[in-house]
């Protein structure tokens, strides 16, 4: 495809998005249009699933030049399950009537908390050969840095992806591919039985979550309570600290500050928003997929944070 063609490509991300992204758009020739999750009026901004897109904003970041739709759920970084509705009403309404694809990164499909479901798009009607469907071994089974994953999609889309994939990467480990197969051999095994890590996972992930947003609360920090994923956003502004945002956000000082200051590791929400940084203000992003030591030892420093 020419130049001049790609240019006028368009992809609507959801911001705040993972923050490879807008990268991906970019090196490829296309144009990132962002769209904000907000709190959304009158309702609790301490709760992930009350960040929500407001539908006439969504709609107006579609155009004929606009090609693809990607979205993630569960939500990295706020955490928010999209609903069945958000996603049939909103999301799938739009794409079909704009007639464009939709990426959906999945990754955190085998990590939603109790009280909550996940809810695929390509499931809806109508999207399923518009959809290409993103998921992993690495969130799915806790091996991150291994770098394996897959896509699910129509033929037509799939067969386009491997073609972009030989080229780009030169090979998955067989050794890790071997791995990922036994365990999905596993799982298929113990579907729905307590001994399957799908039945494991969330319980763990939540029990760390609970776990950091109880002792956050005890020193007086709001987090936002995600209902799915390894992430949550902490609210930082009652620290009181001060920073000159002249050329660097705060919440990139933040972090640094924590971890020159406090020996506590975040990441500024900042940097998963492309043009709505302001909603970020004053958010950093805790990680609590983490060891009960590792949790045990953030709660100690949490306990003198404001010190």
Same mark, same amino acid.
């Given at each position: 495809?020419?130049?001049?063609?790609?240019?006028?490509?368009?992809?609507?991300?959801?911001?705040?998005?993972?923050?490879?992204?807008?990268?991906?758009?970019?090196?490829? !020739?296309?144009?990132?249009?962002?769209?904000?999750?907000?709190?959304?009026?009158?309702?609790?901004?301490? /709760?992930?699933?009350?960040?929500?897109?407001?539908?006439?904003?969504?709609?107006?970041?579609?155009?004929?030049?606009?090609?693809?739709?990607?979205?993630?759920?569960?939500?990295?970084?706020?955490?928010?399950?999209?609903?069945?509705?958000?996603?049939?009403?909103?999301?799938?309404?739009?794409?079909?009537?704009?007639?464009?694809?939709?990426?959906? /990164?999945?990754?955190?499909?085998?990590?939603?908390?109790?009280?909550?479901?996940?809810?695929?798009?390509?499931?809806?009607?109508?999207?399923?050969?518009?959809?290409?469907?993103?998921?992993?071994?690495?969130?799915? +089974?806790?091996?991150?840095?291994?770098?394996?994953?897959?896509?699910?999609?129509?033929?037509?889309?799939?067969?386009?992806?491997?073609?972009?994939?030989?080229?780009?990467?030169?090979?998955?480990?067989?050794?890790?591919?071997?791995?990922?197969?036994?365990?999905?051999?596993?799982?298929?095994?113990?579907? !729905?039985?307590?001994?399957?890590?799908?039945?494991?996972?969330?319980?763990?992930?939540?029990?760390?979550?609970?776990?950091?947003?109880?002792?956050?609360?005890?020193?007086?920090?709001?987090?936002?309570?995600?209902?799915? !994923?390894?992430?949550?956003?902490?609210?930082?502004?009652?620290?009181?600290?001060? +920073?000159?945002?002249?050329?660097?956000?705060?919440?990139?000082?933040?972090?640094?500050?924590?971890?020159?200051?406090?020996?506590?590791?975040?990441?500024?929400?900042?940097?998963?928003? !492309?043009?709505?940084?302001?909603?970020?203000?004053?958010?950093?992003?805790?990680? +609590?997929?983490?060891?009960?030591?590792?949790? /045990?030892?953030?709660?100690?420093?949490?306990?003198?944070?404001?010190?």
């Amino acid at each position: 495809m020419c130049p001049l063609c790609l240019s006028l490509i368009q992809v609507v991300l959801i911001e705040p998005h993972f923050d490879s992204y807008s990268v991906v758009v970019e090196v490829a !020739g296309g144009k990132p249009v962002y769209v904000a999750l907000k709190p959304g009026a009158g309702l609790d901004s301490k /709760d992930a699933n009350n960040w929500v897109l407001d539908r006439e904003e969504f709609e107006r970041a579609f155009s004929s030049k606009t090609k693809a739709l990607m979205i993630n759920t569960p939500h990295n970084p706020i955490g928010k399950v999209f609903s069945q509705e958000e996603l049939e009403f909103i999301i799938a309404g739009v794409c079909k009537k704009h007639d464009v694809l939709v990426i959906s /990164d999945e990754v955190y499909e085998r990590c939603v908390f109790s009280g909550y479901d996940h809810h695929r798009i390509a499931n809806i009607e109508g999207m399923w050969d518009r959809t290409l469907t993103i998921g992993s071994a690495g969130k799915s +089974f806790s091996m991150t840095g291994y770098k394996l994953g897959w896509t699910l999609g129509p033929e037509e889309l799939v067969k386009k992806v491997q073609a972009i994939h030989q080229t780009a990467i030169y090979s998955a480990p067989t050794i890790t591919q071997e791995a990922v197969a036994i365990a999905v051999e596993r799982e298929v095994r113990l579907r !729905g039985s307590e001994d399957s890590y799908s039945v494991q996972l969330p319980k763990i992930m939540e029990a760390g979550c609970t776990k950091l947003i109880t002792k956050c609360a005890e020193v007086g920090l709001d987090s936002v309570v995600p209902h799915g !994923g390894y992430v949550m956003l902490l609210d930082t502004a009652p620290l009181g600290l001060e +920073f000159d945002t002249t050329e660097v956000p705060y919440d990139v000082q933040c972090v640094k500050w924590l971890t020159e200051h406090k020996h506590f590791a975040t990441i500024p929400v900042s940097v998963f928003f !492309g043009e709505s940084k302001y909603i970020s203000e004053k958010y950093i992003r805790l990680c +609590f997929a983490k060891s009960e030591q590792s949790l /045990d030892a953030a709660c100690t420093i949490i306990d003198t944070i404001r010190e």
